[in-house]
């Protein structure tokens, strides 16, 4: 039985995380191009052969604090990754998050450093609580966040489940999961 090799540590040594700019849309092709049929429909829940210009605009509309995305590029200034994080405009305390590594950069850690580094981020800028909308059949980011996040409420939300990640900042009480807690995530 063949096992996927995973990478050295040197692979992840490699990658250098940035801000996305706006006027990037030939890195998301890049991106795009590098994950298999299978692999977009774990992302976007949905059959995407290609992103249209709507979704093209949304994924650029960044700002660096309420819309934040984190590209992963090798050395060489090639793309294999991406994560976004959206604040919730009703919630300024929460943020939706998303992430999408290339196939060829699967089980590598690159979504862990994007994710680790994004989080970072969102709790710099006030977040208490990160959401993200996974399908059931992916195991593989099931499991990575919530081994990134161990106190994590899980709902069902149509064809998706919705993880809610608490963030510790440092205060004795975020790493308890309310009543509130509870109710707010089953309100939303």
């Known amino acids: ?3 996927p090799t995973r990478s050295a540590p040197a692979d992840t040594a490699r990658i250098a995380l940035r801000d996305l700019r706006p ?3 030939g890195l998301l092709d890049t991106l795009m191009a590098g994950l298999s049929p299978r692999s977009r429909y774990l992302r976007f829940h ?8 709507r979704m093209r605009r949304a994924l650029l509309d960044v700002d660096g604090h309420d819309r934040v995305a984190l590209v992963a590029e ?7 990754g991406i994560a976004r994080a959206i604040r919730d405009h009703r919630h300024p305390d ?20 994007l994710l680790t580094a994004l989080a970072e981020r969102a709790r710099a800028g006030g977040v208490r609580r990160l959401t993200a ?3 059931p059949e992916n195991a593989a980011a099931l499991g990575l966040v919530r081994d990134l996040f ?12 919705v993880l809610t990640a608490v963030l510790d900042t440092g205060r004795p009480d975020d790493w308890t999961i309310t ?7 089953l309100a939303a």
């Open 133 to 135: 909308r996974v399908l």
């Open 94 to 113: 929460e943020a939706e998050i998303a992430v999408a590594v290339v196939d060829a950069w699967h089980r590598r850690g690159v979504g862990r450093r």
């Open 150 to 161: 161990p106190v994590t409420v899980t709902r069902r939300d149509d064809d998706a489940l």
């Open 179 to 185: 009543m509130d807690d509870i109710l707010a995530d």
């Open 74 to 80: 090798t050395d060489a200034g090639t793309p294999v």
């Open 46 to 53: 949905t059959p995407t052969p290609a992103l249209s210009t």
């Open 1 to 3: 039985m063949h096992r």
């Open 23 to 25: 006027d990037e849309a």
